[in-house]
């Protein structure tokens, strides 16, 4: 099977794990839990809690608290995508060719769903924090403490306020500045996907830290390929407008380092994150599978052309 | 000392508490960190924290995880103050005679500001969480869960949910309708400020059933003193128009009770709280005048004249 198809079966499977995490719509709320359900089923690749589940098994863990780790990231990158189409911000009325929430259902509606997103995932979390004995208990306090600390003001929110700020003053980003958003705005929480899964398998501190640099590297190559995209895409495969960042006068990895050098640093990150995922080495016949789907997703994530 | 100079005193002992919680202002992000401790330094009772403490104190606690619970829940609430106000939602400029976070920092800092501000209550949670030994660890999972559920989409968020769509919809709102948005949209956050304090204090179910009620009680009196005060309340005391809900067509525990019989609802939860409150009836001369504080303070929040 391709990679685009073992990807697109998983994310199926993903939804399947996450619905019933999702509220019943039902009671006087009804209409905000279908707004947040509305979010999470909207579609996507649902490549957060697909790194979580993969390295969770590479490392060899059995977690009974997997799935609703799965279910918290999916539900924080949702609502970052809500809070980020709103009008305010930048106003988008698609989303994958289709409506965004607040198209949907008005804009207070959707910035209740985002914080109703943000706040479930650690409501979710906390009742199973609660039920845990012991030695689980540990674990789990990890997955929160990583979750929020990566989505957070030093992580992905902080990244999207520096984006936001630079966007609406119009002032000139330095390659630093650019670093510090792209780090955080996408990478942070790539990277917590990586290394909740990795908590949950009870990963010694050594493999936790390759973790988190896969992580990194690979959300970096992962934005350079975005803006790589947006000069060369194909306009049909994106399903949006290219040359959208040069219109925009908004600087990219490309207006700092030029398109060549921008590949070879996508191609470089890409084959370094490999080399980590190397060293973690399983034994294991299951876990060195799951290397190799983790080695064809990442090749896919820096090669795509979408 | 008087009720009301005990509790300003206590709110400014507080914000001294919560200071060190906020994140420095420097930094790529350092104006998003500016927006956040601007909401949270911009005042009010600090009713939350301040219940928080005394209900801990109150049931003999020495937990050492105080000051950041009480930072938490007052980022909650104060992200939730932000949110409100955007122009999307109530669209207030003046908050306590102060401009709001949005006419000081712009709609899509403001919303990031709320944002951040949930978050980061997660956050220094969780950072609590894995610094916890085994014992102390059950006692600050309860606060997470605790705070995560009542902020969350069966408390606070799904009660201004219901309260937004009535109010957008302009539908006709039931007593039952009504009654949920006063027990989830304040009342919540209030219980949950009771509950954490008693968790921290390693309080018994029996003991966390008694805060839960109070909270209850004294939640749903606060709110109805709100609706009384909107009709009989002294504008320059109150710092806002009265008359608005009537002008509005705003249904309130007035438009179903009248005004008399809202008064008397009033009074009986208060003494009903009260009576609660005999019930935890503490030993120690700390606890007992913390039992005394306590009584003054729900007599003070439900006689209030502003």
Redesign the interface.
């Known amino acids: 099977m391709e990679i685009q198809e073992i990807i697109a079966q998983r994310a199926q499977e993903i939804e399947g794990q996450i619905e019933p995490f999702l ?1 019943k719509e039902t ?3 009804g ?3 279908e707004a ?1 359900n509305y979010s999470v089923r909207a579609g996507g690749k649902r490549l957060r809690p697909m790194l979580l589940a993969s390295c969770h098994r590479l490392l060899g863990g059995n977690s009974s608290h997997l799935s609703v780790a799965m279910a918290a990231i999916e539900m924080i990158h949702t ?1 970052s995508l809500v ?1 980020d189409d ?4 930048d106003n988008d009325m698609l989303r994958r060719g289709k409506p965004t929430t607040h198209a949907v259902y ?4 959707a ?2 769903a ?3 997103l ?3 995932a ?2 979710l ?3 199973e ?2 039920s ?1 004995d ?1 030695e689980q ?2 674990s789990m ?2 997955v ?6 990566k ?4 992580g992905m ?6 984006d ?2 630079s966007e ?1 003053t119009g002032s000139v980003i330095t390659k630093e ?1 650019l670093d ?2 792209y780090r ?1 705005k996408t990478g942070a929480l790539l990277t917590a996907a990586m290394l909740c899964g990795g908590a949950l398998a009870q990963a010694d501190d050594e493999k936790m830290k390759t973790l988190s640099d896969i992580g990194e590297k690979i959300g970096l190559a992962f934005q350079i390929i975005d803006d790589i995209l947006d000069v060369e895409g194909d306009q049909k495969l994106l399903g949006k407008p290219i040359g959208s960042d040069e219109k925009n006068e908004k600087a990219t990895y490309i207006t700092y380092e030029g398109i060549e050098k921008a590949k070879e640093d996508a191609d470089r990150l890409t084959r370094e994150a490999l080399d980590c995922l190397d060293t973690l080495c399983p034994d294991e016949a299951d876990a060195q599978q799951e290397a190799a789907f983790l080695r064809e997703l990442f090749l896919y994530l820096t090669k795509r052309d979408h």
């Open positions: 509220p009671g006087y709320a209409k905000l839990y947040m609502y809070h709103l009008p305010a911000m008005g804009e207070a509606m910035i209740l985002g914080d109703g943000l706040n479930h650690f409501t979390l906390g009742r924090l609660i845990c012991d208990m540990r306090a990890k929160i403490a990583i979750l929020s600390d989505a957070g003001i030093d929110i902080g990244g999207q306020s520096v936001v700020e609406k500045k510090y958003i955080k």
